[in-house]
């Protein structure tokens, strides 16, 4: 049973920048959710997609942006990058984007660096 | 904005001792409630959810859940050193269900 995978492992990109990662969800999973973690600081919440939608979205500007694909695979974009995009960017997957009791299944995340 | 608080630590204990990490949340509406784990440099893990008011064990984690008081706990006990990570706490909004985390609590067990 595959577990969240997620691609690449580690990115270094340059200000100004665009870059594009990757996440296919857990086995049987629809609803893919991405995170920000800062060093020292909790998971924040970027967008959650769902029906190939995006149906939720945390305090972030509008160079983040996301896709779902008919897979239920899902692609977080960030253009224009800023030092402080820098930090580790979860994709985390559960089933069905209202079962308020279903948990987060969590890739082993990419590591951004911005320089 | 909806708030889950954590004490950011460092919490150590001593090897066999019972560690108390301790959460709070500001949205009285919350139903469900999560324990994170993550080791340095890795992702989270999910090690225990709860729902219902009162104790929920599993092996040697409990998880304690007073919604009256809006406060999440996790009692680990016999301590071992391999339990030394971050312990992050969530909820979720039961308006949007996305998931909030606390910044986490980083626990060291000492052998």
Known sequence: D??????PTHLIKTRGQQVTLRCSPKSGHDTVSWYQQALGQGPQFIFQYYEEEERQR???????????????SSELNVNALLLGDSALYL????????????PLHFGNGTRLTVT | QKEVEQNSGPLSVPEGAIASLNCTYSDRGSQSFFWYRQYSGK???LIMFIYS???KEDGRFTAQLNKASQYVSLLIR??????SATYLCAVKDPNNNDMRFGAGTRLTVKP
């Open chain 2, 53 to 55: 008011n009162g104790d």
């Open chain 1, 91 to 102: 994709c985390a997957s559960s089933l069905g984007d209202r079962d308020v009791y279903s």
């Open chain 2, 78 to 83: 016999d301590s071992q050193p391999s339990d």
């Open chain 1, 2 to 7: 595959a577990g969240v995978t997620q691609s």
């Open chain 1, 58 to 72: 945390g305090n972030f500007p509008d160079r983040f942006s996301g896709h779902q694909f008919p897979n239920y």
């Open chain 2, 43 to 45: 992702s989270p893990e």
